[in-house]
């Protein structure tokens, strides 16, 4: 670490603090779109520049172009913010039991039928020493989108614990979740689903997430993230020769490249080090070419991930907001991509806590989640539409059966 590095460190530093401040006179907490954006950022940045890996230089240029985005951001934070806070209405929970149960019910469907499948295939004993096939074959077509469901299980048990009490049952419709959502060989599931527990908690009682809060689910994070590589994601680089990290914890040298690689990864981006794009706006349209493409056949299906740069240690496909937007737009993009998703973000957060309506909080909860994992624009992709889509969906048709009057019995004398 050089000079250049303390000097960005200290920058980004005073962004952290000056988002942490601005959440703060905005919102009245700190688990806000805001905060986590910024601090999402500042927290990889800073991490890069800590040098524990040998990574390549990270020009001026793309440094700027991230602070734009965080200007932009917060920016878009206070327009969604103008108008007067309105007191909290009377809770609206139409709904909010069925659709829980139905969607419980679906999850646990999406997971253990895939299971099964798998276990017939290769067998109990294969299969529990070789974690390692879930990731590839456990999110079956069609089915996988029913265990993507498990998402949803956990938040919306936090708003009916708060306004309708839970039982036993309840509780273990959650660890079925959970364990689905373990078995999908995708480790962002369950953090999405833990932190949209996190966002509708925020959004129903702003000061009562602290920042020790966030620390402490930033650590358990963490020891997942390294678990998880230990048992399941275990074909990916593990040995980074060039790793300042002491050999006695070398098993966090996948998480910090993971979190420290997006800065690097976006400086490919920024300097022309990407291929040509298949399509136009294939990051910020991925949900629009996966209909054309995967479901009508309209279109080539368009590659689901995004390609690999070289990052020094290793390749890398984990970008920045700002550097798979630039990819598709250019510097203009990403200020007016971070200006509308500061606003609607902060929108539909705000909307969340004045409205009363459980629908409004599970609505944030899928898409605030992108302002967690800010740094990587992955996150707003088909699935998360599909969730936001199911939300409204059976969410609507929840309130409609539970609101329908029961029709008075005929009298059999008359």
Known sequence: MNWSDAAWIAVFG????????????LHGGVATPLFFFVGGYCTSIVLYHLRLFRFPAVSAVTHLIVILS?????????????????????????GLSLFFYVTAALSTLGWSLPLAIIVAKYGTAHLMTNL???????????????????????PTFLIKSRHLGVGWFDRLLVLSAFMGLLLAGIKSYLVYSL???????????????KIRNLAILGVAVLLFFIGYNQVIDVLGVTEYPESSIPGTVSFLDRPY?????VLPAMEQVVNGGMPPQPVPGMVTLQPFWKIVGDLLGIVDPVPQYLPEVAIGPSDFNVYSFAG???????AA????????????????????????????????????????????LYYYRFNSFFL???????????????SRRTRPTPDAAG
Request: net charge positive.
């Open 132 to 154: 390692w096939i879930l990731q590839f074959e456990f999110q079956m077509q069609f089915v996988g989108y029913l265990n993507l469901l498990g998402i949803l299980v956990f």
């Open 70 to 94: 965080l200007a932009a951001f917060a920016l878009g934070a206070m327009l969604g913010s103008a108008r007067p806070q309105r007191p909290r209405g009377v809770p609206d929970l139409r």
């Open 14 to 25: 005073l962004v952290f603090i000056g988002g942490f401040y601005l959440s703060l006179r």
């Open 195 to 209: 932190f949209c527990g996190v966002l509708v908690h925020s959004a129903a009682s702003p000061r009562a997430v």
């Open 333 to 376: 993009g990403v200020v007016v991509c971070s200006l509308l998703l500061g606003w609607a973000l902060t929108a539909l957060y705000r909307r969340a806590y004045t409205a009363g309506f459980w629908m409004n909080s599970l609505l944030y909860a899928v898409f605030g989640y992108g302002a967690v994992i800010a740094f990587f």
């Open 324 to 330: 798979e937007v630039f990819w598709d737009w250019g």
């Open 257 to 261: 490249l993971y979190f420290a690689g």
């Open 388 to 402: 936001a889509g199911y939300v409204i969906v059976l969410g609507l048709a929840s309130c409609w059966a539970t």
